[in-house]
C-alpha cells in the first residue's frame, strides 16, 4: 500500500475471522446481515453493529444469556499496594449486571472483578476478564464468538481478552485476545484480535468541528486522492490484528493502524493511516 492506494479494507485487517465476526443473521427488512465482510471498509462494521446486537439479543432468549452467579467474581481484598489496599476492599461484593441481562448474551468462562459492570446489548465471547472498575456499556462484541453454537470449554480466563483497571467500552468491537491496560476509554472504535494496549492511551471519537470523519493521509503523507469519507461524525481508531500501543498514546479520530504496528509510548497521531514501516522509520 502506498499513498495512490485507498483505505484498507476488512480482509487487509483483521484475519481469520470466527463466530459472531462472520456469521449471517437474517434480518426482516434486509438481506442477510453479516458483522465483517471481506470487501466493506472496516468502519461499515460499527454501522451494523446496533442491528446486530439486536438480533443476536432476539434469538432464543434462554440461549447463550448471561447468568450472574455463573460469572467467576475475583475479590481484590489481597492488593500488594498498602496505600491503595482499602480502595480495593471496598470493592461491592458482585459486578454491577444490566437488569435487563437478557441483553447481555455469551459470557462463558467469564470473569470480572467486584466493582466491573456490565450493560447491554453487548456479546461478550468466552474467557473474558474485565478488571476493576472495568465497564462494557452497551453496543460491545467482545471476543469472536465462537461459543455461539455451544459452549466451549474452559480454558485460560483471560484468553478471550482483558478489560483492565478502569477501562470503559461503549460502542465498539474488540476481537478475541486483546489486552487493553488500565485507564482507557474505547468508544466508537474497532480493535483487532492480539492486540496490546498499555495504559493510558487515549482515542478521542469526535472532532470539535462536527465534521464527518474523513481520511486523507498515508504514513503522514497526504494521499494523491481525494480525502475517503466514513460518513461518520464519530469515529475512534481502527487498530488492526496483531499491533502493540505503547502507554500514553493519543490517536485522534479516525486513525487507522495497519496490522502489526508497534507505536511507541507517548506518540500522538494524527487522523490517516500508518503502517508498520512508519514506526520502524523512526
Known amino acids: 500500500m502506498n499513498s495512490n492506494t485507498p483505505v484498507p ?4 485487517m483483521f484475519f481469520d ?7 449471517a443473521f437474517s434480518a426482516k427488512e434486509s438481506d442477510d446481515l453479516k458483522l465483517f465482510c471481506d470487501n466493506d471498509y472496516p468502519w461499515e462494521a460499527l454501522n451494523k453493529l446496533s442491528t446486530l446486537l439486536q438480533m443476536i439479543v432476539d434469538i432464543n432468549p434462554r440461549k447463550m444469556t448471561i447468568e450472574p452467579r455463573k460469572i467467576l467474581v475475583e475479590r481484590n481484598n489481597a492488593c500488594l499496594y498498602p496505600c491503595v489496599s482499602d480502595v480495593y476492599k471496598q470493592d461491592p461484593p458482585y459486578p454491577y449486571v444490566d437488569p435487563k441481562s437478557l441483553r447481555l448474551r455469551g459470557g462463558f468462562h467469564l470473569k470480572c472483578d467486584g466493582s466491573a459492570k456490565l450493560l447491554g446489548p453487548a456479546y461478550i465471547g468466552p474467557s473474558v476478564h474485565v478488571r476493576h472498575n472495568g465497564g462494557i456499556l452497551g453496543f460491545v462484541v467482545l ?3 465462537i461459543s455461539f453454537e455451544n459452549e466451549p470449554p474452559e480454558e485460560n480466563v483471560g484468553i478471550g481478552g482483558i478489560i483492565g483497571h478502569g477501562v470503559t467500552v461503549r460502542r465498539s468491537i474488540i476481537r478475541a485476545g486483546t489486552k487493553i491496560e488500565a485507564h482507557s476509554e474505547i468508544v466508537d472504535c ?4 492480539g492486540v496490546y494496549i498499555d495504559a493510558g492511551a487515549q482515542f478521542p471519537h ?9 481520511f486523507a493521509r498515508y ?27 505503547g502507554a500514553n498514546v493519543t490517536m485522534h479520530p479516525g486513525t487507522i493502524l495497519l496490522p502489526g504496528c508497534r507505536v511507541p ?3 500522538v497521531l494524527e487522523a490517516g493511516i500508518y503502517s508498520p514501516r512508519y514506526f520502524s522509520d523512526k
Open 190 to 193: 474497532i480493535i483487532g484480535k
Open 9 to 12: 479494507l476488512v480482509k487487509d
Open 265 to 267: 509510548g507517548g506518540s
Open 143 to 145: 471476543g469472536d464468538g
Open 219 to 245: 504514513n503522514g503523507i497526504p494521499l494523491a486522492v481525494p480525502p475517503i469519507l466514513t460518513g461518520r461524525k464519530k469515529l475512534g481508531c481502527i487498530i488492526g490484528d496483531g499491533c502493540f500501543v
Open 17 to 23: 475471522l470466527k463466530g459472531i465476526e462472520c456469521l
Open 206 to 214: 469526535e472532532n470539535f468541528s462536527q465534521r464527518e470523519v474523513s
